[in-house]
Every structure is written in C-alpha cells, then in structure tokens.
C-alpha cells in the first residue's frame, strides 16, 4: 500500500512543529525568568501549527481511503 506525498509531507510537518512546539514549552518552562519571553511567545503559535497540521493529515488519510 503507497501512502499519498501528500499525506507523508502533512506528517512530517505534523512532527516537526509537535518536536518544536515541545522544545519551545520545555525552554519556557526551564530557563529563567530574563530568557523565557521568546520561548513562551513561540509556543503558541507552534500548538497552533501543530494541531493544523494533526486535521490535515487526518483529511489525508480519509481522502486516500476514499481513493
């Protein structure tokens, strides 16, 4: 069975703003207060990139059923 280009490109998207998004949460909630503020502001938007990215390739997976 060959997965879609698609659906490995949303995958490995999914896995690398989820390993970012981790790293960046782990930097906010480890460094000290002076180094904490970029951290903390990228990991919202890294949440955000993941959970994108965790819909689209849950619609790619449907989409290749449906194929």
Request: charged letters at 20%.
């Amino acid at each position: 069975m060959r997965l879609p280009l698609r659906l490995m490109l949303w995958g490995a998207f999914f896995v690398v703003s989820n390993l970012l998004g981790v790293e960046a949460f782990k930097a906010a909630v480890t460094l000290p207060s002076d180094e904490r503020l970029l951290p903390s502001l990228l990991t919202f938007p890294l949440i955000g990139l993941t959970a994108m990215s965790a819909t689209r390739v849950v619609d790619a997976w449907r989409r290749r059923d449906e194929e």
